[in-house]
């Protein structure tokens, strides 16, 4: 079993930053696929960026550029860096583990779900 906590999320003005760290439990964690997803309100899940267990980046394709998802497998973390954030980018932010090693966008991919981060942007 793996347990996730994301942590990183807060109020932030349009065009700032926030990094958003994602800790797994375990000894397995540097041979998982990671990813992060998010939710607004009222919508559904969506993929936001994906990295293989050998750091392989994925990312939804109007997101990238802004964003850069890495992981310390010594520290078994995963971050994901947002830039030039904007009004639509709030969400809760979901950190997800896969227990193979490629990466993968789709949702049902993912074994292993944290409670969410909470980012907020101002206008």
Known sequence: QVQLVESGGGLVQAGGSLTLSCVASGRTFSSYAMGWFR???GKEREFVATISARGVT????SLKGRLT???DNAKNTMYLQMNSLKPEDTAVYYCAAKRTPLPSGRLYDYEYWGQGTQVTVSS
Do not use: K, N
């Open 69 to 71: 998802i890495s992981r």
């Open 39 to 41: 939710q607004a309100p």
């Open 58 to 61: 994925l990312y939804e394709g």
